[in-house]
């Protein structure tokens, strides 16, 4: 049955283009990020392949694989705008973003927890490095904003 209700109208098409809007914004993914953002995450995954090189004992070595893996699949995915999972998720929204490289990436990181191989991981962790501007080491600096972000967050 359908209504002639002019409010019960003007709803419907609401909640139609916000569908229409939402269904937009995921199919575009989430924004690029800022250059100071990506500077930091660059940053951040070259610290951890520098402590993966030098890590020595094989628990050492395995818990600093899974800092490289989680930094440079978050680089990964958001430098082809593409969205994030955990858990299960984070190997398929690999995948599906950068099949390649995604997949070298799971593969460098069942070899060092498979063999304590490091050397595949650190190879497809440093291309992502490669597709978003290189290692950052000496000399890099960022802007103190006043905040630490996970202090800022728990405070909520």
Do not use: C
Not at 13 to 39: K, S
Not at 69 to 97: C, E, I, M, N, V
Not at 131 to 156: K, M, N
Request: net charge neutral; charged share 25%; hydrophobic share 40%.
């Amino acid at each position: 049955m359908t209504t002639t209700d002019p409010v019960d109208q003007a709803r419907r098409l609401t909640r139609g283009r916000a569908r229409a809007l939402a269904e937009a914004d995921l199919r575009a993914g989430p924004p690029a990020l800022d250059p100071e953002t990506v500077g930091t995450k660059r940053y951040g995954l070259t610290d951890a392949l520098d402590d993966l090189a030098d890590a020595a004992d094989p628990g050492e070595r395995l818990a600093v694989a899974g800092l490289v893996f989680d930094a440079a699949a978050d680089l990964l995915l958001d430098h082809r705008r593409a969205w994030t999972g955990s858990g299960k998720w984070l190997p398929r929204r690999l995948l599906q973003a950068d099949p390649r490289l995604g997949a070298a990436l799971l593969d460098g990181h069942l070899r060092v927890a498979g063999a304590g191989d490091p050397a595949p991981l650190a190879g497809a962790a440093s291309e992502v490095l490669g597709l978003t501007g290189g290692p950052l080491r000496e000399g890099y600096r960022r802007t103190w904003r006043g905040t630490i972000d996970s202090v800022a967050a728990a405070g909520r």
